[in-house]
């Protein structure tokens, strides 16, 4: 098995891995060396041919291997990178590598408007993140940004063009859930964008899909537009018994009080869907008595849909008579956070 060092950290994986795929079995075996992870917003595991179009996964390979130690000059994808024994990589300890990240977050956000303040994906946005992490105070670009008008694509999805940083995601679902595409990217080079010939053609019954794992606010649910934002809502996992081929049935429920204001798919800790669901479960069970409800979504404490979230480890005594001190109270708890 070829072995390869990530920022210092060294693994063994098999035979056709690449350096992504590397770095994300270092983060599942030690949580807390997952800074080794580069980046991504094109790459999804479960999808086909996905990854090596935006490039915020590029990292420096300062060894090529043990046959052939020569560093790679120029940074590579580490989606489409396989790794050989011996190999190391820089992710996060090249500076010139961050500065070349940077540089490719500054051309994702070139056409990209600053609507955080009125978008759906505001608080769970991959490029919010990424733009924190690695943006600039302000844009080079001079010339006129690309302008479109929010369009339906169908019955349920929104389609704000501008937001879009033509990551293939939506594509490649309609290729590989769908019965047949209707939609695609249009036109080439800066005038590219994704679009449908024919108006609200989408309809199929994984359409819904395309929504989780849009990146960034392009493709949003009609039916959740600006009801409530995410970090006011409580996640829950729950599931039903679905009749459709190829659903689980096993969502997320985003409520407000009881009642549900979203259905998602549940996504693991790289954000990547789990397990896709039908429009059925997404769009037209809103209904706590539809669901049967297994207990809190657990969500990564850096998220800001995690405050207000989180469970006692154990229980607490019930307290009467005075106020306690509360600073010496919170100091004695332990809370998990969820």
Not at 1 to 25: C, F, H, N, W, Y
Not at 139 to 145: A, I, K, M, T
Not at 161 to 182: H, N, P, S
Not at 271 to 286: A, D, L
Request: hydrophobic residues 35%.
């Amino acid at each position: 098995m070829p072995k390869v060092t990530i920022d210092g950290i060294s693994i063994d994986v098999p035979e056709g891995t690449t350096i992504l795929q590397a770095a994300r079995m270092i983060g599942e075996r030690e949580k807390a060396d997952r800074y080794v992870v580069p980046p991504t917003m094109c790459y999804y595991s479960s999808l086909k041919t996905s990854g090596g179009y935006c490039r915020t996964c590029i990292v420096k390979v300062t060894k090529g291997s043990e046959r052939d130690p020569r560093p790679i000059p120029k940074p590579v994808a580490s989606c489409r990178t396989a790794v050989m024994d011996g190999m190391e990589v820089a992710n996060t300890t090249d500076p010139a590598l961050l500065d070349a990240r940077k540089g490719v977050v500054e051309f994702l956000l070139i056409n990209h408007p600053l609507d955080c303040p009125i978008c759906d994906q505001a608080g769970e946005c991959d490029l919010q993140d990424l733009s924190y992490e690695h943006g600039t105070e302000a844009s080079r670009y001079e010339f006129e940004r690309r302008t479109f008008d929010p369009i339906d694509i169908g019955d349920t999805i929104k389609l704000h063009m501008t937001r879009c940083i033509l990551c293939y995601r939506c594509v490649k679902v309609a290729e590989q859930l769908t019965d047949g595409r209707v939609h695609g990217v249009i036109n080439r080079g800066d005038v590219a964008e994704i679009s449908t010939y024919i108006s609200q053609a989408i309809e199929n019954d994984f359409s819904g899909n395309m929504i989780d794992v849009c990146p960034v606010g392009a493709l949003t649910d009609r039916t959740f537009r600006f009801t409530s934002r995410v970090w006011f809502t409580k996640p829950v996992d729950a599931h039903r018994d679905c009749g459709t081929p190829n659903c689980k049935g096993e969502v997320v429920l985003w409520l407000k009080g009881n009642e549900v204001l979203r259905v998602t798919g549940r996504k693991d800790q790289w954000g990547e869907v789990e397990s896709f669901i039908c429009n059925t479960c997404r769009f037209e069970k809103k209904d706590m008595a539809a669901w049967t409800i297994e207990g809190p979504r657990k969500i990564d404490r850096h998220s800001v849909i995690s405050q207000g979230h989180y469970q006692l480890k154990r229980e607490q005594p019930v307290l009467t008579g005075p106020s306690p001190n509360v600073p010496a109270l919170a100091k004695r708890n332990e809370f998990k956070d969820r």
